[in-house]
């Protein structure tokens, strides 16, 4: 998938927004020359944090945040090696991790050689909420490895016998829905 591809819930993720006006969601949209310079990746909040030089010669501090898979590590080593490039073409640029039907088919496959969970995981949709509550606390899904899809950058932890679980949010739904209509057949 391409940088311009990733979301958050059902919006794109793509372009940053200016940290300086966050919450009025004003992006860097009307300025694609501007120039990436460097960013840092915060574990804590999710998010990356990119520097820009703008058309104008002024900086920028802009934030991308979208729901993982792709991990925040995978987008941010396609973003640092392309420090100095612009915003118009940091959008084209391919990151890693799988999304849409392929990642749903990747959680099928995985349910069905058993590397995914299939009936050890069952919890009501109040204790998934505290649950992520909780592992947002603990913070860094950076290493975590989600055991639906196999990829890292897990956010959502559950109690399990014994080692607790770890997925993507968006995998931990594809799972639920897969194992279903497994369950259904
Ligand atoms: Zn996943």
Redesign the pocket.
């Known amino acids: 998938m391409k940088l311009r591809e990733l979301t958050r819930g059902t919006v794109p993720a793509w372009p940053p927004v200016l940290a300086s006006s966050y919450g009025r969601g004003d992006t860097l949209d009307d300025d694609d020359q501007a120039i990436l310079r460097g960013g840092v990746l915060n574990e804590q909040k999710r998010q990356l944090e990119l520097q820009f030089e703008r058309t104008s010669g002024g900086r920028a501090s802009a934030v991308l945040t979208w729901d ?2 792709p991990s925040l590590r995978q987008v941010w080593s396609v973003l640092e090696s392309n420090i100095g490039r612009r915003l118009r073409e940091l959008r084209e640029l391919e990151v890693g991790g799988l999304t849409g039907s392929a990642l749903r088919e990747r959680i099928r496959q995985r349910l069905k050689d058993g590397s995914a969970p299939r009936h050890e995981v069952s919890v009501s949709p109040a204790g998934i909420m505290a649950e992520n509550a909780v592992s947002m606390i603990i913070g860094s899904g950076v290493g975590l490895t ?1 055991q ?2 196999g ?1 890292e950058g ?1 956010e959502l932890t559950l109690p399990s016998g014994g080692e607790p679980f770890r ?2 949010n ?2 931990f739904t594809i799972l639920l829905e897969e194992r279903q209509r497994i369950e259904r057949k």
């Open positions: 993982a898979p989600c639906a899809c990829d897990a997925f993507h968006k995998c």
